[in-house]
Each structure stands twice: as C-alpha cells, then as structure tokens.
C-alpha cells in the first residue's frame, strides 16, 4: 500500500475520534432515544412446540402424526396502541402478561386434509390461543345457548380465567349439520388507557374448539390511527413519484451509455451475481418457514415445487435489480467524478491496496459512528417536541431459521447498492452534469430518498423523511468529497447491523434447542436509512 502522510494520520485520527465520539453518544443516549420494550423469552420456539403439543395431548389429540410449521408473530395493531396512547414505559408492564402480544405460532397439518390444528404459545410459555381446525359439514350437536355457555366457562375456569368477566357477545354459527357457538368475555377490572383484554371461545362438536386471548382497542382509535397513518402513506406516495422519476432517467441514461459502449458489464454481472446469490440464499434459508402458510387443499409437492421456483425467480429479479442499478449509475459518476477511484477499480486486488481505499473504507465506518449518535440526538429532541416512533421487532424469524446471518448480509447488500446507486451515484451526477449546482443536486435526492421512507408510522408523518433526508445531504456532501466507497461501508454496515441486532442481543446465532437458559431479548426499533 502506498506510504501515509501527515495529512493522511490526521484524516485516520479524525475517524477514529468520530467513531468514539459517535459509539459514546450511541451508548448514553439510546434508550432515551429509542426506549425498547422487553421480550422476556422464557422458552424457545422449540420450548414453545413441546409446551403446545402437550397441550393438545391433553386435549386427546396426537400432533406428531402431523407436519409441522411455526414463525414468531406481533399483534402488530394492539402493541402500537399501548406504546402510542400509554407510553413505552408504561405499556412495558402489560406487554407479555396482561397483553400477550408477542406470541409463537405453530400449526399441524396434513396435505390434502382440511382438519389440522393450531397453537399460540407467548414467550413466557403461556396458552395465548388455539383452534382445531375442522370441515364446516363435520356433523356434530346442536347445542342450545345454555348448553354451550357452560362449556366455555367450564374451559375458562379450568385456565383460571372465569373470574371477573363481562360477557361481551353470544352469537350461533350455523353450520349444515351442527351448530357453533362463538363467545367473547371480557375482563372487568382491568383497563390499558381504553384498551381492554378480551377471550373468545368457539365451542363446536360439543367441546371448546378454539380460544384466543387477545387486547381489544377501542374502535374510535382505529379509525384515528388509520386516517393519521393515511399522511404517513401520502408523503411517501410523493417520494415513490419522485423516486420513478429518477428510475426513468436512469434508464434514459443507461441506453445512451450503452450505445457509447461505456458500460463495464463485468463489474454489472459481479454486482448481479453477488445479489442474486445473497437473496437465494436468504429465501431458501426461509422457505421452511413459509409452511405455516401452506394451504392444505394444495399438494405438499406442489406447494414445494412453487416456492422454490418463486425463490429463483425472486433471486434472478433481485440480481437483475442490482445489475440495473449499477449498470445506470456507475458509468455517469465514473465520467462526472474521474478523480475518485471507479466502483471497477475498487475491488480489484490493486484497487484494494489503495490509501483511497483504506481512506474510504475508515470514513464508512466514521460515518457508520456518526448515523448512529446523529440518529439518537435527533430522536431525543424530536421526542422532547412531541415526536413519536413505535418500537419494533424487525426479521424477528432469523431466530427460527439455520443460517440467519444470510438475510444480515442481504439486508445490508440489497439496500446499500440500491438506495446509494440511484440516489447519490446516479441523482447527484445526473443534476451535477445537467447543472443544477451542487447545493440542488445534494439535497433534491437526499429528500426523495427520505421520503421515500416515510411510509413509516412515525408522527408527525414528515418526521422520518427529514431525518433521512438530512442524512442524505451529509452522505451527498460525502460523495462530493470523498466518493462512492464510504457511502457503499456506510449504508451496508448500518443496515447489517440492524437487522443483527436481535441477534447479537440474544447471545447465539440461531436459536437453538438446547438453550435451556431464560433469555431476554428488545424490541429494537427499525431506524435503519434503507
């Protein structure tokens, strides 16, 4: 590698300092920032299965003969109504006892058999629902209301949850040859703001046939919530314009570089490859979990043979993606910026024994620092503003998958190419060529790129697109200084580490069955700038 300067040790001290600089205000401010709401995992998903097989054994019924299929699940609509109208603090005392939010999800079933069963576990290991499954002509009674409201109680007080309830609905289910009972009770005496914890029990063939506890939230919030997530949904409809917009100029670009022949296809096959490979890997180390929604009435093989042929075609698409987007953006950024090494010249073994290579790899993870600490300040005086943002579990199936840290790799893939090929390689040369200034080219794809993200229902619905978009006008400033490599460090590794989060916060790689231990885990709030 070539010989480091002064200028050179003063620019690798300046990094260093902003990476603990950047790790210390992380560190400190956190969980003021994004205060997280506690998992208790008591059991495992493989706890969880032997906890519900049991259950069903009791209930005269043997799983075993049956296939399989599970995934964690988030009672997504209640938990943000806690955290929303209670505050995090608040509706952390609930979450997990009072509100079960957070529940593993198992069914057993058989091809080609309507009957299966299915099973709610909560990570504390209690029952939070279930239900046996079967053929709405299945014979069976037709008990009267008296018949079957004795039933229900008798299943409740068997479960300890007889006490204290409010009937909420009796309503009959008439099926061609019986009749079904649906009940809803709900608890007296305990009130979540407006919020309330409720039991259903359907009773059908003379037994208890499902159960499900779950929070009910107050009608009138719904429709608030929906017609306040409808702005959420409106900004982000002007970003995606925005965003197709540039998807077509990039195309326009792309046809007139081909023509001059100024297209490194190399480079754009390794891009492509390397995508396609990342996103089969992460589908195929998923599809067991697409199990759980596999229709019986289909073949098992069939059901098989199509997801896996989905999974190529999903993979061939993703690699084509990436290969577009490199293909559009790096030639026009190698010819609006000759002075920065090219994304050819780079990753090649002479690119890699660069000082600008060792210079833009340091700064990535700078900046890497930065986002970080830049996240937090900016989130704990939003909230001191009125600012609101829901907690989140994000790629919670890692947990239940064999090799999790292949969606950690394509999550931070997939988006640092995407994301920086068309919004800073692409938009900044494209308005930097065409003469736009260099204060419109930063900051014009730096608010598309934010908006684009505010979908998210984070209130008041502009504040995720200014965090992002403010980001994105340091990281063009970046670009202008610096190049294309610390922007690709920057947005891979805060993406990877994002999506690892839950993993590294659970102390193992996968989850596994001979965990015996009782673990914690957080909800870690998605904050990543994808």
């Given at each position: 590698?070539?010989q ?41 998903r ?33 938990k ?15 979450y ?47 008990p ?30 008439v099926r ?21 914890v ?37 900004a ?12 077509l ?28 490979l990342l ?10 979990l697409?199990?759980?929604d ?42 609006r ?32 620092a930065?986002f ?68 419109i ?35 063009g ?42 673990r ?11």
């Amino acid at each position: 590698m070539e010989q480091l300067d002064r200028k050179d040790r003063r620019f690798i001290a300046a990094c260093l300092v902003t990476i603990l600089a950047g790790a210390a205000v992380t560190w400190a401010l956190f969980y003021r920032a994004f205060p997280e709401a506690s998992i208790e995992f008591r059991v495992n998903r493989t706890q969880a299965r032997a906890e519900a097989e049991r259950f069903l054994t009791s209930r005269g019924l043997d799983p075993t003969k049956r296939r399989f299929a599970g995934r964690f699940e988030i009672e997504e609509e209640p938990k943000v109504y806690l955290e929303k109208e209670l505050g995090l603090a608040t509706a952390g005392r609930f979450y997990g006892r009072d509100a079960k939010v957070w529940r593993w999800a198992m069914r057993w079933f058989q091809s080609g058999v309507k009957d299966e069963e299915r099973v709610e576990i909560t990570p504390l290991g209690d029952l939070a629902s279930f239900e046996l499954v079967r053929r709405d002509e299945a014979a069976g009674p037709r008990p009267a209301l008296e018949e079957a409201r004795s039933l229900s109680q008798r299943f409740l007080s068997d479960r300890d949850l007889a006490a204290d309830l409010q009937p909420i609905e009796a309503t009959p289910i008439v099926r061609p040859n019986r009749t079904d009972w649906r009940f809803v009770d709900e608890r007296k005496t305990l009130r979540m703001g407006e919020a309330t914890v409720r039991f259903e029990t359907i009773v059908s063939g003379g037994q208890v046939s499902a159960f499900r506890e779950f929070v009910h939230v107050p009608e009138s919030w719904e429709r608030s919530y929906r017609a306040l997530r409808s702005k959420n949904e409106t900004a982000n409809i002007v970003g995606n314009f925005a965003l197709i917009l540039t998807f077509l100029a990039m195309l326009a670009v792309l046809i007139a570089k081909i023509v001059r022949k100024d297209v490194r296809w190399s480079l754009v096959g390794v891009f492509g490859l390397i995508a396609f490979l990342l996103s089969l890997l992460s589908i195929i180390n998923g599809l067991p979990l697409t199990l759980y929604d596999y229709d019986t009435a289909t073949p098992f093989s069939t059901f098989v043979t199509g997801r896996l042929i989905a999974s190529v075609l999903g993979a061939i698409g993703i690699g084509a993606g990436i290969a577009l987007v490199v293909a559009c953006s790096e030639p026009i950024f190698r010819e609006r910026f000759p002075r920065y090494l090219s994304l050819s010249g780079t990753f090649t073994r002479r690119g890699l024994r660069t000082k600008s290579f060792f210079r833009g790899a340091l700064l990535g993870y700078a900046l890497t620092a930065f986002f970080f600490a830049y996240q937090v300040v900016f989130y704990v005086v939003a909230a001191r503003l009125g600012a609101w943002a829901p907690s989140e579990v994000k790629y919670d199936n890692m947990l239940s998958t064999a090799f999790p840290w292949a969606t950690v790799l394509f999550v931070g893939f997939l988006p640092a190419v995407i994301e920086e090929g068309s919004s800073r390689l692409f938009s900044v040369s494209f308005l930097d060529k065409l003469g736009a200034g260099r204060f419109i080219a930063i900051v014009l794809p730096a608010f598309i790129w934010g908006f684009n993200h505010a979908a998210y229902p984070n209130q008041p619905f502009y504040i995720r697109g200014v965090e992002v978009g403010l980001a994105g006008c340091a990281m063009g400033w970046i670009l202008y200084r610096f190049g294309a490599l610390p922007l690709l460090v920057w947005h891979f590794t805060v993406d990877a580490i994002y999506t690892a989060l839950i993993l590294l916060r659970s102390g193992t790689p996968t989850t596994s069955s001979r965990a015996r231990s009782r673990r914690s885990f957080s909800c870690c709030r998605w904050v990543s700038p994808r």
